[in-house]
């Protein structure tokens, strides 16, 4: 996890003809995608139609460079074809709070929408990051596979004040692409002992969330944690939720 690197994605998407409104005014998500062609092309369609519906524009997309020899069998054997997609902030959005929201809004809409259209390769698809302040680069790899994998990492022009990298070894989940760490606001170490009860106290009460950062839109969200999730990805989805609903990240985590 970085903070944005607004020089390095300038330099990178000039390079395919994009040009980039000032930073705060622009959001890049990774993207895990099928590696069939037509497939592939039926996530983004589904993901670009909630940016369009939630007023957002589509500025383009990116194919992320990668060097596959560097992953062991499994790992290679379900790659998906990884792409990042650009998106404009619309100016009716007040600030870059509110743009945060409402990309939160666009991935769970993408990602109900590809799951429920029943693609046989519906479940590559996975949105590691959505974020104008953050981007997340993951795999199903060791911590030594990362920079050769993503030859982003070694270009000069990418610049963090922070980098967050996290490895575990997955126990009570199979090893996925989508299950690998960070997630988009924690790393952590799993082994929720009381994870069944948590998940059945959340969805007990789904129907009674509010927001007034969210207001009639807050069902869109739902569920907050999508099936098949590690306890990991279930307390990072919380907190995701908690942190957008207006709470800090210090009261989120307590």
Avoid at 31 to 41: A, K, R, S, T
Avoid at 169 to 196: K, V
């Amino acid at each position: 996890m970085l903070q944005m690197p607004d020089r390095f994605l300038r330099a990178a998407c000039k390079h395919d003809g994009l040009d980039l409104p000032g930073p705060g005014h622009y959001a890049v998500g990774l993207v895990f995608l099928p590696p069939d062609v037509q497939q592939q092309e039926s996530c983004k369609q589904k993901l670009e139609t909630m940016v369009r519906l939630e007023g957002q524009t589509v500025l383009g997309w990116r194919k992320v460079p990668v060097k596959s020899e560097v992953l062991g069998p499994l790992s290679r054997h379900v790659e998906p074809e990884i792409h990042q997609i650009v998106i404009g902030r619309a100016k009716a959005l007040k600030d870059q709070d509110h743009f945060e929201r409402v990309l939160f809004l666009i991935r769970r809409q993408a990602e109900k929408a590809v799951a429920q259209a029943g693609l046989a390769q519906g479940g590559y698809f996975h949105i590691p990051s959505l974020s104008s302040r953050t981007l997340i680069y993951k795999g199903m790899f060791v911590a030594h596979q990362l920079k050769g994998y993503f030859s982003d990492l070694s270009e000069p022009e990418l610049e963090s004040a922070l980098a967050m990298v996290h490895q575990r070894y997955s126990t009570n989940t199979f090893p996925a692409w989508a299950l690998a760490h960070p997630f988009r606001f924690i790393a952590h170490n799993g082994e929720i002992n009381s994870l069944r009860g948590n998940l059945n106290w959340l969805k007990s009460r789904e129907a009674l969330f509010g927001s007034p950062k969210f207001g009639k839109h807050i069902g869109k969200l739902l569920p907050i944690v999508r099936p098949g999730s590690s306890d990991s990805a279930a307390l990072d989805s919380v907190v995701e939720l908690l942190y957008h609903g207006g709470r800090s990240l210090p009261h989120c985590i307590m």
